[in-house]
């Protein structure tokens, strides 16, 4: 079992920065991949980034160039840097540990969200 705590949402005008955190306990957090997603008003939820085991970064095509995954495996933290935001980065963010299971399966874990409400 992993349990995930998201904090650093809030309320920010367009342009500005916001960081979020992930707090994970429960398991071994350098094993998972760790992932943000989120979910705007009336939208599905979405993946933003993520971030391997190993500390490779990806991104969706929204977020490139504005936000920045990063983890520190000794805090077992993950962290989403939002920067020069845009009123369409409103919305819920969610952190979500996954990792495949060997010979199968997957273990997926999820938090409870943050909100970020970005005026124009």
């Known amino acids: 079992q992993v349990q995930l705590v998201e904090s650093g949402g809030g309320v920010v005008q367009a342009g500005g920065s916001l960081r979020l955190s992930c707090a994970a306990s429960?398991?071994?957090?350098?094993?998972?991949?760790m992932n943000w997603y989120r979910q705007g008003p009336g939208k599905q939820r979405e993946l933003v980034a993520g971030i391997t085991s190993g500390g490779n970064p990806n991104y969706a095509d929204s977020a490139k160039g504005r936000f920045t995954i990063s983890r520190d495996n000794a805090k077992n933290t993950v962290y989403l840097q939002l920067y020069a935001l845009l009123p369409e980065d409103t919305g819920v963010y969610y952190c979500n540990a996954y990792r495949g299971l060997i010979p199968s399966g997957y273990q997926d874990y999820w938090g409870q969200g943050t909100q970020v409400t970005v005026s124009s």
């Open positions: 429960g398991s071994i957090f350098s094993l998972y991949r």
